[in-house]
């Protein structure tokens, strides 16, 4: 029997983006296309400008966030594209790895 496929690097950022509910809740500051940010970002989510950072890094090496520098200034944003891409990778690393059936217990 063949090893089950690995889901690739972007998948697995995506992954970990996503696990963490500080991150989720994060997520949520970014409704409607606002750009934001560290520092407003930290302050609406009540948060540590560095903790903050940190969050927002791991998002967008998710794909979930773009940053744009503007001089000092990192601003950041939902990447509609990136999430896209990545959740389309997701569907097809979950039908290579437990394909729909007919069962009709909903079990791989």
Not at 3 to 26: H, I, M, N, V
Not at 72 to 77: E, I, P, Q, S
């Amino acid at each position: 029997m063949t090893a089950p496929a690995q889901p690739d690097q972007d998948l697995q950022d995506f992954l970990k983006a996503l696990a963490s509910e500080t991150r989720q809740q994060l997520m949520l500051h970014f409704t409607g296309g606002i750009e934001l940010t560290v520092n407003e970002v930290a302050e609406r989510a009540g948060l540590g400008q560095s903790t903050t950072s940190e969050h927002l890094s791991i998002l967008r090496r998710g794909g979930l966030l773009v940053s744009t520098r503007e001089g000092k200034l990192v601003r950041y944003r939902t990447n509609a594209e990136g999430i896209t891409e990545r959740l389309a990778g997701l569907q097809s690393y979950l039908v290579s790895c437990c394909p729909p059936s007919e069962r009709s217990d909903n079990t791989c």
